[in-house]
């Protein structure tokens, strides 16, 4: 919800982060909407969301397994220093 309330700027200090761990906890629980969102925010260069998208095709969270996609992803936030997509 909270998500959401961000997503549509109903709470106005909600911060994207903040909004990103609630949607990345529905994904890892099966939620196939939050994928959407989370996409969203990677493609905008969100270097936590990039990680988010390359574990989601890693692991098939919401979307259909793609290991070439998840390295895609993987390595855009890598080149952004994220410090797990490193490894």
Not at 10 to 18: H, K, N
Not at 60 to 65: A, N, V, Y
Request: net charge positive; charged share 25%; aromatic share 10%.
């Amino acid at each position: 919800a909270l998500g959401m309330s961000h997503l549509h700027a109903l709470i106005p200090e909600a911060q994207p982060s903040l909004s990103l761990s609630f949607f990345a906890k529905a994904l890892s629980l099966g939620e196939k909407r939050a994928f959407n969102f989370i996409i969203s925010e990677a493609d905008k260069g969100n270097i936590e969301a990039q990680f988010l998208v390359a574990q989601a095709y890693e692991q098939g969270q919401g979307i259909d397994k793609d290991l070439k996609k998840a390295l895609k992803w993987y390595r855009k936030a890598s080149d952004q220093q994220h410090l797990q997509a490193k490894d």
